[in-house]
């Protein structure tokens, strides 16, 4: 069997537009994870109450739902349970959102709980208000903390995109599934997306690999 | 204006403790403390570990709430609001054993921080206050550094800067010292020094005994969550009016 590079070469830009599909479903429901996560966190570090009950539920609920079950249930069930219509597209952010939120909400706890309580206490005995002791003395370095778990994380909601390809959204394992079924060169497509995933997720890796080694070599812990 | 313990005359009583009471679940970590201290007086407190001490520090400055009595400053009582609370903390500068410094900030934006978001005064007139401030502690060269280059008497000379660029009533200290190397021990104790001869209102926790007789008009005694000693630091170290002070005392000296 011979390897027709004329197939890939042909249909370059259905291989890039999926691609570009994939990169902005990321983008977008990486945006909305952070939000989501953002609010799940805060109610996750209080202490006791409400708050942190209903953050932990939703943490446990989506860390403990397959990915591709939650597409599948969001995309199908979801519009059946309260008869409206989602496209696939939204179904696609809805749930990669959901299951990104629980994943960031522990991302940005771990952040904020690894900056040194003795700063936190240093600012409130200096009378700063509590919005800005946030902005200023937790949130920069709680960031700076977290870039590497953030980064492996985007390369699983990367590499989670490829899900999509189920309900029909037109990303990068999609497309070469109908290149595939129309041209029947599997062989040639599965090949080249592979390729094109890894062009675009080891980078990422290597830099978290190499921001988390840098971390370490500076604080030691 | 009545007489301080050691027949210098102090101000108006800026902090009044009456019948002061923490509790950590059922221990019970301040057992019904009361004092005053006067402006402009020195106050060390010392004792044995867990009597309390910093407990009754950080509830100076509402960092710990309070379960029992009162305790007021410069006229604002705890416990109090949330607004009070913030008021005492503007009033009142703490130093702490770890420094605490904000290790992602220059010497600089560690200084400038508070005096701008809690004090709202600008950025020109706060970057004069930080140079000025380095400059007294001794290290206004240092002003562009990150904290990880310093050493750690020249963070604990920060430390005290930032708390002093608040321009508080009154500066609490949790052994300033205890963290640091004996050779930078001196260049802290020199910086606290010159603050209580200019006057400054101080409580100090400190196992530097030289400090104690040599700034302090009064030094107290914790043990168990209570003050047993209030004396002025000549008869403290001479004559042990308790059990407690005189064991304290032989292992310390
Ligand atoms: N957050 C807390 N929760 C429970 N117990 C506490 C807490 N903080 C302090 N304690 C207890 O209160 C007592 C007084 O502690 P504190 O730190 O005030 O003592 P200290 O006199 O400063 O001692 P040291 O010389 O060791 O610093 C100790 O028994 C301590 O275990
Ligand atoms: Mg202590």
Redesign the pocket.
Known sequence: MSFDYNMILRYYPELLGGAWVAVWITALSLACASMIGAVVCIGKLQKHGAANRLATAYIDLFRSIPEIVLIIWVFYCLPLLFDIGIGRYSSAIIALSAYGGAYMAEIFRAGVQAVPRGQVEAANALGIPVFHIARRVVVPPAIRRMMPALVNFLTELLKATSLLALIGVSELTYVASTLGSKTFAYMEFYTAIAVLYFMIIFPLSVYARRAERRRLRRTGN | MSETANGTNGGDPIIRCRGVVKR?DD?T?LDAVSTEVRTGEVVCIV??????????LRMINGLEGIDGGEIVVDGIHLPGSKKDIQRVRREVGMVFQSFNLFMHMSVRENLILAPMTARKIGRAAADERAERLLERVGIGDQIDKYPSQLSGGQQQRVAIARALAMEPKVMLFD?PTSALDPEMIKEVLDVMVELAESGMTMLC?THEMSFAREAAGRVLF?AD?QILVDAPPARFFSEAEDERQASFLSKIL
């Not at chain 2, 044995?48 to 009754?56: E, N, R, Y």
């Open positions: 950590f221990f970590a004792g044995p570990s867990g009597g309390g001490k910093s407990t009754f052994e926790v914790m969550g």
